[in-house]
């Protein structure tokens, strides 16, 4: 296709970041009516809409009634962090990135906490690393679902039941969009403005038996800074759990959160999630197999994320440009299309490889993607022209 007619129907909603992301179908500022404004989050009222939001997210992710879930300050990075902080070093490390967060996890560990015995597995993006290479009698930390490359494991069973150490991971591009086995996982984290489209700022931690026990037995080497003690006199602390959170939360957040919730609740919960999410990655899947000049950033279709979709322009007249020009292409691709009103960041991750990120998450109605892809081989084929003629 050379046609540089600008196609005639435009998504309905354009918003196709990958963090925050879009609001829920039908969302309004009205939802947010019965907000405890203006009330302490410590007053019955406030506890209580927390601890409905802490149940209600176990519901849909079907988190065993044995395992803790608070929620923490600074989104699914606070989250993360309190348990780097709170529980490695115990014993040795694996650590296991294949993409921006991941790394960051390691620079984290091996640069700020300092540990001596830790093991970095790592792959490109793209791929990810030899899985089955990791060692489990130490304490493991990967994430789920890779948001800046696409690439998500399969499911959990490399994992072995019967570890030695913890495994910690990084779940925020995954949970309510991918079935998380929790059995598998002693530490999950994410936050709020991803596959629910809620508002930054909060995270979420899910903490397993092994994992309180760690807590409760393990005291780091290292002076915690409050936001992240989860522990009082060698015990958990319960009301973090409960309800009572850390520092203070934005209730407009928390009944923003809940409104998501139930609407999740209301569709069918954790299947219809995961179906419409699987449903619009399916339509870039389909767009990619009959368009030659774009592919999945992600090497095997196997670890392709349903949500953060990330492509790579692989037409040859592109790829044989300089790897500034490459990436200006692409950023250029982004912005014609954030000009017509019909795709907003959309551009690659600034870390990543030079291409676009498409959100596909439940939030987003599936013909909205249907209605970006006629968009995606327009902006193209009309950057590519303007290329040429300014040659």
């Not at 992301?21 to 927390?50: F, N």
């Not at 149940?55 to 849909?60: E, G, L, V």
């Not at 992240?228 to 959160?257: H, Q, W």
């Amino acid at each position: 296709m050379t046609d540089t007619t600008k196609p005639d129907i435009r998504p309905a909603n354009p918003r196709f970041s990958s963090g925050p992301c879009t609001k829920r179908p039908g969302w309004t500022p009205d939802v947010l009516c019965d907000a405890a404004l203006g009330r302490s989050h410590r007053a019955r009222i406030g506890k209580g809409k927390l601890k409905q939001a802490i149940d209600q997210t176990r519901a849909i992710l079907g988190v065993p009634d044995d395992y803790r879930i608070g929620i923490v300050p600074a989104s699914d990075t606070g989250a993360v962090e309190m348990a780097l902080w709170s529980m490695l070093g115990q014993r040795g490390v694996q650590m296991v990135a294949w993409e921006s967060f991941g790394a960051g996890w390691v620079s984290d560990v091996v640069k700020q906490l300092r540990l001596d015995d830790v093991k970095t597995l790592e792959a490109e993006y793209g791929l990810l690393p030899d899985l089955d290479s990791i060692e489990f009698d130490r304490d493991v930390v990967f994430t789920w679902n890779g948001t800046t490359s696409g690439v998500r494991v399969r499911d959990g069973s490399f994992i072995p039941a019967d570890r030695e150490g913890l495994t910690i991971c990084d779940a925020t591009s995954a949970a309510f969009a991918q079935d998380l086995p929790f059995d598998k996982l002693d530490v999950v984290t994410f936050s709020w403005q991803k596959v629910l489209g809620g508002e930054g700022g909060h995270g979420v931690i899910v903490l397993s038996p092994r994992a309180v026990e760690r807590l409760e037995t393990y005291v780091p080497a290292w002076p915690l800074p409050k936001i992240f003690r989860m522990t009082k006199g060698g015990k958990l602390i319960e009301g973090i759990f409960e309800g009572a959170t850390i520092n203070t939360p934005s209730m407009l957040c928390v009944e923003d959160y809940l409104d998501a919730l139930g609407w999740a609740q209301d569709i069918g919960g954790l299947p219809s999630l995961i179906r419409r999410a699987d449903t619009n990655a399916q339509i870039i899947a389909d767009f990619v197999d009959r368009t030659p000049w774009i592919d999945f950033l992600a090497v095997d279709p196997a670890t392709r994320s349903n949500t953060s979709v990330c492509l790579k322009i692989v037409d040859p007249h592109v790829t044989g440009l300089d790897d500034d020009a490459q990436a200006a292409f692409a950023k250029n691709i982004a912005a014609l299309l954030e000009k017509e009103g019909v795709a907003l960041d959309v551009g690659g991750y600034r870390d990543a490889p030079a291409g676009l990120r498409i959100w596909t998450g439940a939030t987003v109605e599936t013909s909205d993607v249907v209605a970006l892809m006629p968009w995606l081989e327009w902006a193209f084929q009309h950057h590519w022209q303007a290329l040429k003629a300014a040659a």
